[in-house]
């Protein structure tokens, strides 16, 4: 059975996490996450606000390293648009698939179709995995650096607005 829109509206609402980013050209560093998803109650689009933060020097996880907003688009068929952007003002547009595990979660793996305002990346690939209970996405890109695609982020978050 195709995955559709409305499969994942049961992430509106904010979701909490901890993630690890690493890359060659940074310091390795875990995170906390928040990501709110709202619906607009018609069109088949999810909007998306993302935001970081690492340790700062007190030690706490309060110090911003990350901002994005964007839109998870059905363009339907079983095909789904993740359009991106960011504070460092980047913008992606990713196209991908989703499946239904036997498990009930869904895998929507999305590969980057264009890229702008950043000519150090190349490629970028989202592998997402949305669960009733959490939320785990991957991250890896490729660098005109690094030009072999590797792991960048990976998260697992959690429903934080549950009564």
Not at 4 to 18: A, K, N, P, Q
Not at 57 to 84: A, Y
Not at 108 to 134: G, K, M, T
């Amino acid at each position: 059975m195709t995955v559709r829109l409305d499969d994942f509206l049961h992430l509106v609402g904010t979701w909490e996490g901890r993630g690890h980013a690493e890359y060659p050209t940074i310091d390795a560093t875990d995170y906390r996450e928040e990501l709110v998803f709202e619906h607009d109650g018609k069109d088949p689009i999810l909007h998306y606000v993302q935001k970081t933060w690492k340790p700062s020097g007190s030690g706490r996880m309060d110090e911003p390293i990350f901002w994005e907003s964007g839109f998870l688009i059905d363009r339907d068929d079983g095909v789904f648009e993740l359009v991106s952007a960011q504070k460092s003002g980047r913008v992606e547009v990713l196209r991908g698939s989703a499946v239904r595990g036997e498990d009930g979660a869904i895998a929507l793996d999305l590969e980057s179709v264009w890229i702008v305002n950043d000519d150090r990346v190349l490629a970028s690939v989202r592998r997402l995995v949305i669960a009733p209970d959490r939320f785990d996405y991957r991250l890896e890109m490729s660098l005109r650096t690094h030009p072999a695609v590797r792991l960048h982020l990976a998260a697992r978050l959690v429903r934080a607005d549950l009564p």
